[in-house]
């Protein structure tokens, strides 16, 4: 993301690329003091609920075109308030502890379909919990079945409350919906079979269209699973199983999983999924640091996929091989693997697989002390990350930052490390997704790099600043002090 200053070095204002384009905002610095000269005055209260209401407007006034031609238009808007939008659901939940809880009903309720779009289950899945939490005592139907679909849909089984006394029909149907939705993805097609009926039920007589589709579609999915007894179809649950499993740090579930694919699709021919699933035991094993039996799961995977034309599983095993080969030490195998992906797939990598790409490039630019390049190939994956919208991405780009920044030696940017690091953190933990322990390798290195130049308080110190810092700040630290080694470097 560009930052530049509005007028000079001194304005108080900046501009930032964003999702929905140009943004003008304060300096986290500024907007830190101008909030503590808030709480100052008595006008504090007021312009909080303000803002609330103005953002509960926008999220309620975006609920209702996010099943539309403008999907994807309202997605930027509501990507782009994404911290306004946490801001005013975090007064919400204060006011509803307080006994006022219809903002924090309305607001959570409104932005649930923006949480499930953009795959941040374990947020929508937390902020839900945390207003019913604050209305204990005066559950709201709607929203507990909201909050029992997000439980589904990571990964646990859950019981549903009762749906008949959420008034609104169509409302009534998306929530029974989405809990048929996520008990499909949990396995429970019994459950989820009963529930989508009584969904298409409530949808057809209101003469609903998108919930008539979406029940009908679910209903195709179930019967291909189970009712025809469609082997196909049962493949088609195990790659959602899997990630869910992975992402909670449940191995052996993940592995289990990804057998029970790899069967199905031997048994079927399914030479494409053989490819996919031999692909994802090598990311297990990856994870396991089996680096050995991870390259040959990735190598039997792309030998596959390049005798099916499959490019994605191709794409996806030289990946593979390519993590493999850098954690084991094998610097100049991984590069020629990316590069392969690079020259040989462009035309079909999405921009998530080019922001992986360029992450990599960025940290065996690193490894090798090219500080110029790494800097180079991790701003390119910040740009993507920004385009992209997600926090995870983000946060792996201003990892490879911190390293870049620790490669000076000098306290300037061990401090700069520290404080992206920092930033990282920060943004993984905003969508509930903290680094798990089997990726924390570049993580643990740089911390190393940096605290033996600050000494543990001056890690710690720093590191805690970076937590509170935003992303454009953090970007812009970082900017300063890759300049400044470029700078000496010259």
């Not at 008595?42 to 103005?54: F, I």
């Not at 996010?66 to 204060?94: H, I, K, M, S, Y």
């Not at 057809?204 to 679910?218: N, R, S, V, Y």
């Amino acid at each position: 993301m560009t930052v530049w200053p509005v007028a000079d070095e001194k304005s108080l204002v900046v501009v930032a690329d964003g999702p929905a384009g140009p943004r003008h905002r304060l300096l986290e610095s500024v907007a830190a003091y101008a909030a503590e000269r808030l709480r100052e005055t008595t006008d504090e209260a007021a312009t909080r609920e303000r803002h609330l209401r103005h953002y509960l407007a926008l999220a309620e006034h975006a609920e209702r075109r996010l099943r539309g031609p403008r999907q994807r238009d309202w997605l930027t808007r509501l990507d782009t308030e994404a911290c306004n939008l946490r801001a005013a659901l975090d007064e919400a939940v204060r006011r509803a502890a307080e006994g006022h809880s219809e903002e924090a009903v309305r607001l959570a309720t409104a932005l649930s379909w923006w949480w499930l779009l953009r795959g941040r289950l374990t947020e929508g899945r937390r902020a839900l919990a945390a207003v019913l939490t604050a209305t204990a005592g005066h559950c709201d139907p709607e929203l507990a079945l909201l909050h029992s679909g997000f439980v589904l849909l990571t990964g646990e089984r859950t019981v549903t409350c009762h749906a008949d006394a959420v008034p609104d029909p169509v409302r009534r149907a998306r929530a029974l919906w989405l809990n048929a939705y996520g008990r499909f993805s949990v396995g429970d097609l019994d459950g989820s079979r009963a529930l989508n009926t009584r969904a298409l039920i409530h949808f057809e007589a209101a003469d609903e269209q998108w919930g008539i589709a979406a029940a009908l579609g679910l209903r195709a999915a179930l019967a291909l699973v189970r009712g025809l007894g469609d082997r196909w179809g049962e493949l088609q649950t195990v790659s959602p199983l899997a990630a869910l499993a992975e992402i909670r740090g449940e191995y052996e579930q993940a592995a289990h999983r990804q057998h029970e694919g790899l069967q199905i699709a031997r048994e079927l021919s399914l030479e494409a999924e053989v490819s996919a699933r031999l692909s994802g035991l090598g990311r297990l094993a990856l994870l396991a640091r089996d680096f050995d039996r991870a390259r040959d799961l990735h190598e039997q995977a792309r030998r596959i996929a390049v005798d099916q034309g499959y490019k994605y599983g191709e794409i996806h095993a030289d990946m593979g091989l390519a993590l493999g080969a850098r954690r084991s030490g094998d610097i100049d195998a991984a590069e020629a693997h990316l590069l392969r992906i690079r020259d040989a797939h462009a035309d079909v990598s999405s921009p998530a697989g080019h922001h992986l790409l360029h992450a990599e490039l960025g940290f065996l630019a690193e490894l090798r002390g090219d500080a110029a390049r790494s800097a180079a190939h991790h701003l390119r994956s910040l740009r993507i990350a920004h385009a992209l919208g997600e926090p995870r991405a983000l946060a792996l780009s201003l990892e490879g930052l911190a390293g870049t920044a620790a490669l000076g030696g000098d306290r300037s940017g061990a401090a700069c490390a520290a404080l992206l690091l920092g930033a990282a953190r920060a943004a993984r933990r905003s969508v509930g997704a903290p680094l798990p322990a089997a990726e924390r390798g570049d993580v643990d290195r740089v911390t190393a790099a940096a605290r033996a130049v600050l000494g543990r308080r001056g890690f710690t110190e720093a590191f805690e600043r970076g937590t509170r810092l935003g992303p454009a700040d953090a970007e812009r630290q970082a900017r300063t002090t890759l300049a400044a080694l470029a700078d000496q470097a010259a």
